[in-house]
């Protein structure tokens, strides 16, 4: 069954530009403690979404020359209504940049998770995040709006000393002669291309073989005034400051996960629902869709789909998997969505491509010949590859567990949450003696994970093992 995934934002007040002011020197992102290459080459990145951005941050703090094309004429212009979630695995890498102080002016950060059901508003269970637990992972569950997110990192990137060309089109890509065309007519070269334009850009195509794609979901985009929310006692609640909480309503083949916006008077909310019931909704007649969709559900939701304005939609994929995440030149690579797209929504879906960023400038930061270029973009896909299967496949194991339909298994799904509930325990809670549940392992596995403690690792592995037999058979030449 295909599912639409619906994104809905709540916003109140007047949300203004944010201005970012940052220290004249870069210090701060501190490339003192950071390993610098001993070669320094030419990186070209197409695309400015959270992967291209976090490409240019990581390859910059170890002394890398980048250069990002991004179409957009300001970071941020299509960003609108998105709302991100920022798992722990994503955000110590930030703090591993020096960067927590920056993350923290924008992000909010979660302190619970409620689950109720989606029809009747009926609690199934809470879970408060452990500090303890999340400490161990080096970082925290945070909330923010996409623009801010992307802001932020744009404006650390061009004080590292990326190049960021706004308002500029990448139209081809030659990977043998490692050079992309823009719009203009003009033609810019690198060492290393990378293809951090999404699943439609240029360079997926050209490591993937044409096949067919299924239309799974379809999310759509919309807002909604604080000051209508707030005159109904049942949707205010959502917007309780002392209350940084994911709301989660598990239904009939649906679901909704819906959080604060950090930094931003705004609620986000992302319906995954059959595709079928709005198949037949126009652009225009969407509102209509939604509106009548929260007549059925808990009194919470239903009153806020008379207040759903400005819906858009955004088509996702069933993508064919990317065996081959470099060209057959060795230059040329993809990383992001581009490389791994994950279900709108998820909690991992910007996660992965910051992810990338940390692991392809672990990787360059030992360079130290050309013949290493080639070998570091294998090593990353090898090292990229089975981590953005496994979150892939937990965040869809996790959609169709929260869109469970009505059958025996959802009755028992309900049932264990409602009775630790009753027992006054947390849903990933261990009882005295107990095991944790295969779904608390699972989520403190993937927010546990270092990437760029796995990248150094592969280097002490393999990649310095190979470099001394390169240096010692060069030492033999002479």
Same mark, same amino acid.
């Given at each position: 069954?295909?599912? *639409? ?5 709540? %916003? ?53 020359? =980048? ?26 890498? +930030? ?29 199934? #269970? ?32 061009? $004080?590292?000393?990326?190049? *960021? ?5 990448? =139209? ?22 990378? #293809? ?6 240029? =360079? ?6 044409? %096949? ?30 002392? =209350?940084?909480?994911?709301?989660? +309503?598990?239904? !009939? ?16 909310? $992302? ?21 009548? @969709? ?111 339909? !009505?059958?025996?298994? %959802? ?21 005295? #003696? ?5 779904? @608390? ?20 592995? @393999? ?10 058979? %060069?030492?033999?030449?002479?």
């Amino acid at each position: 069954m295909y599912y *639409i995934s619906l994104l809905f934002l709540y %916003q109140h007040g007047h949300r203004g530009e944010r201005c970012w002011a940052y220290l004249s020197t870069c210090t701060l992102y501190a490339q003192e403690c950071t390993q610098q290459t001993k070669l320094s080459i030419d990186f070209l990145v197409i695309g400015a979404g959270v992967s291209g951005l976090a490409c240019a941050m990581a390859l910059r703090r170890v002394g890398h020359r =980048v250069v990002v094309i991004e179409r957009e004429k300001e970071i941020g212009e299509f960003s609108g209504s998105e709302a991100v979630r920022m798992p722990p695995n994503l955000s110590k890498i +930030f703090y591993h940049w020096d960067l927590q102080s920056e993350v923290y002016k924008f992000a909010a950060k979660s302190k619970a998770i409620q689950i109720s059901r989606l029809e009747t508003g009926v609690l199934l #269970g809470t879970h408060d995040w452990d500090e303890e637990v999340l400490s161990e992972t080096r970082g925290e569950f945070l909330f923010a709006h996409l623009g801010d997110l992307r802001r932020m990192m744009f404006n650390v990137a061009i $004080c590292q000393g990326a190049k *960021i060309r706004l308002n500029t089109t990448a =139209v081809a890509v030659d990977p043998e002669n490692r050079m992309v065309t823009l719009e203009s007519g003009e033609t810019l070269t690198a060492d290393v291309i990378i #293809g951090a334009d999404g699943v439609s850009g240029l =360079v997926r195509p050209i490591l993937l073989a044409e %096949q067919d794609m299924a239309a799974a979901t379809e999310p759509s985009l919309a807002t909604v005034p604080q000051a209508s929310v707030m005159k109904n006692s049942k949707s205010k609640k959502f917007f309780e400051p002392e =209350v940084i909480t994911m709301f989660s +309503f598990f239904g !009939n083949n649906q679901s909704v996960i819906s959080h604060p916006i950090g930094g931003s008077p705004a609620f986000s909310f $992302c319906l995954w629902r059959p595709w079928d019931d709005f198949e037949d909704a126009p652009e225009d007649g969407l509102l209509n869709a939604l509106e009548n @969709w929260a007549d059925g559900t808990s009194p919470r939701l239903k009153n806020l789909g008379p207040m759903i304005s400005a819906p858009r939609r955004v088509s996702i994929f069933e993508h064919p998997a990317l065996e081959d995440w470099v060209d057959e030149s060795g230059r040329t690579i993809v990383v992001g969505g581009a490389a791994h797209p994950i279900p709108a929504g998820s909690n991992q879906y910007h996660a992965m491509g910051v992810e990338d960023g940390a692991v392809l400038a672990k990787l360059f930061s030992h360079l130290s010949t050309e013949s290493q270029i080639s070998d570091f973009l294998y090593a990353f896909q090898d090292l990229r590859q089975p981590r953005c299967e496994k979150v892939l496949t937990s965040e869809t194991q996790t959609i169709q567990y929260m869109t469970m339909p !009505n059958c025996p298994d %959802q009755e028992a799904r309900d049932r264990g949450m409602m009775a630790l509930t009753a027992a006054g325990t947390g849903l990933f809670d261990v009882a005295d #003696g107990g095991e944790e549940s295969p779904q @608390w392992a699972e989520i403190k596995d993937i927010f546990g994970y270092d990437a760029e403690d796995e990248a150094d690792n592969w280097w002490v592995s @393999w990649g310095l093992l190979k470099q001394r037999a390169l240096e010692s058979a %060069q030492n033999c030449r002479d």
